[in-house]
Protein backbone atom coordinates (compact mmCIF):
# COMPACT_ATOMS: atom_id res chain seq x y z
CA UNK A 1 0.00 0.00 0.00
CA UNK A 2 1.18 3.39 -0.71
CA UNK A 3 0.03 6.52 0.94
CA UNK A 4 -0.01 9.85 -0.25
CA UNK A 5 0.20 13.78 1.36
CA UNK A 6 -0.49 16.78 -0.56
CA UNK A 7 0.71 20.05 1.07
CA UNK A 8 0.84 23.67 0.13
CA UNK A 9 -2.93 24.51 -1.64
CA UNK A 10 -4.48 27.39 -0.26
CA UNK A 11 -5.62 31.19 -2.01
CA UNK A 12 -4.25 33.53 -4.02
CA UNK A 13 -5.12 36.33 -6.15
CA UNK A 14 -4.80 36.16 -9.96
CA UNK A 15 -1.39 36.36 -11.09
CA UNK A 16 0.43 34.76 -7.69
CA UNK A 17 1.76 31.50 -7.34
CA UNK A 18 1.48 28.81 -5.34
CA UNK A 19 3.80 25.18 -4.76
CA UNK A 20 2.13 21.91 -4.21
CA UNK A 21 3.81 19.15 -2.50
CA UNK A 22 3.16 15.73 -2.31
CA UNK A 23 4.88 13.01 -0.48
CA UNK A 24 4.63 9.00 -1.19
CA UNK A 25 5.37 6.34 1.76
CA UNK A 26 4.50 2.49 1.97
CA UNK A 27 5.03 -0.32 -0.13
CA UNK A 28 6.71 1.22 -2.85
CA UNK A 29 8.79 -0.88 -4.61
CA UNK A 30 9.05 1.26 -7.97
CA UNK A 31 7.47 4.67 -8.89
CA UNK A 32 7.16 4.61 -12.32
CA UNK A 33 4.58 8.03 -12.78
CA UNK A 34 3.91 10.85 -10.48
CA UNK A 35 1.76 14.17 -11.04
CA UNK A 36 -1.17 16.19 -10.41
CA UNK A 37 -4.88 16.41 -11.41
CA UNK A 38 -7.70 18.55 -10.53
CA UNK A 39 -10.94 18.61 -10.55
CA UNK A 40 -13.25 21.78 -10.66
CA UNK A 41 -16.67 21.77 -9.42
CA UNK A 42 -19.08 20.85 -12.02
CA UNK A 43 -16.36 19.31 -14.32
CA UNK A 44 -14.37 15.74 -14.69
CA UNK A 45 -11.27 15.45 -13.10
CA UNK A 46 -8.04 16.51 -15.39
CA UNK A 47 -4.40 15.77 -16.14
CA UNK A 48 -2.40 18.82 -14.89
CA UNK A 49 1.16 17.59 -15.39
CA UNK A 50 3.31 14.10 -14.86
CA UNK A 51 6.63 12.71 -14.66
CA UNK A 52 8.02 9.53 -15.86
CA UNK A 53 11.67 9.13 -15.82
CA UNK A 54 12.44 12.85 -16.00
CA UNK A 55 9.95 13.35 -19.17
CA UNK A 56 7.26 15.87 -18.18
CA UNK A 57 3.95 16.20 -19.61
CA UNK A 58 1.30 18.93 -19.34
CA UNK A 59 -2.16 19.87 -20.18
CA UNK A 60 -2.70 22.65 -22.96
CA UNK A 61 -4.24 25.35 -20.17
CA UNK A 62 -1.42 25.07 -17.82
CA UNK A 63 1.39 24.58 -20.09
CA UNK A 64 4.31 27.45 -19.42
CA UNK A 65 2.57 28.20 -16.27
CA UNK A 66 3.05 25.49 -14.26
CA UNK A 67 6.35 23.53 -13.70
CA UNK A 68 6.17 19.56 -12.00
CA UNK A 69 9.76 18.78 -10.58
CA UNK A 70 10.41 14.72 -8.86
CA UNK A 71 12.64 14.01 -5.54
CA UNK A 72 13.12 10.14 -6.55
CA UNK A 73 15.03 10.16 -3.14
CA UNK A 74 12.49 10.81 -1.39
CA UNK A 75 9.91 9.99 -2.95
CA UNK A 76 8.48 13.07 -3.33
CA UNK A 77 6.65 14.78 -6.56
CA UNK A 78 6.21 19.36 -6.42
CA UNK A 79 4.02 21.36 -8.66
CA UNK A 80 4.81 25.05 -8.88
CA UNK A 81 2.06 27.42 -10.36
CA UNK A 82 2.91 30.66 -11.37
CA UNK A 83 0.80 33.04 -13.41
CA UNK A 84 -2.35 31.62 -11.46
CA UNK A 85 -5.46 32.04 -13.34
CA UNK A 86 -9.60 32.04 -11.38
CA UNK A 87 -10.12 28.85 -13.63
CA UNK A 88 -6.61 27.03 -12.12
CA UNK A 89 -9.65 27.08 -9.00
CA UNK A 90 -9.84 23.29 -8.27
CA UNK A 91 -9.06 20.43 -5.68
CA UNK A 92 -5.51 19.31 -6.56
CA UNK A 93 -4.80 15.60 -6.50
CA UNK A 94 -1.12 13.92 -6.31
CA UNK A 95 -1.01 10.86 -8.32
CA UNK A 96 1.28 7.95 -8.67
CA UNK A 97 1.90 4.76 -10.07
CA UNK A 98 4.02 1.92 -8.98
CA UNK A 99 5.23 -1.54 -9.64
CA UNK A 100 7.22 -3.78 -11.97
CA UNK A 101 5.27 -6.73 -13.26
CA UNK A 102 2.23 -5.19 -11.33
CA UNK A 103 1.16 -2.10 -11.62
CA UNK A 104 -1.35 0.03 -9.27
CA UNK A 105 -2.38 3.72 -9.03
CA UNK A 106 -2.60 5.51 -6.18
CA UNK A 107 -4.70 9.05 -5.31
CA UNK A 108 -4.03 11.42 -2.82
CA UNK A 109 -7.19 13.00 -0.68
CA UNK A 110 -6.56 16.45 -2.76
CA UNK A 111 -5.66 20.31 -1.61
CA UNK A 112 -7.96 23.28 -2.38
CA UNK A 113 -6.47 26.05 -4.58
CA UNK A 114 -8.83 28.81 -4.89
CA UNK A 115 -7.85 31.91 -7.31
CA UNK A 116 -9.96 35.46 -6.48
CA UNK A 117 -9.95 38.34 -6.55
Known amino acids: QVQLVESGGGSVQPGGSLRLSCAAS????????MGWYRQAPGKQRELVASITRGSTNYADSVNGRFTISRDNAKNMVYLQMNSLKPEDTAVYYC????????????WGQGTQVTVSS
Open 26 to 33: GSILSINT
Open 95 to 106: YCNVGLWSKYDY
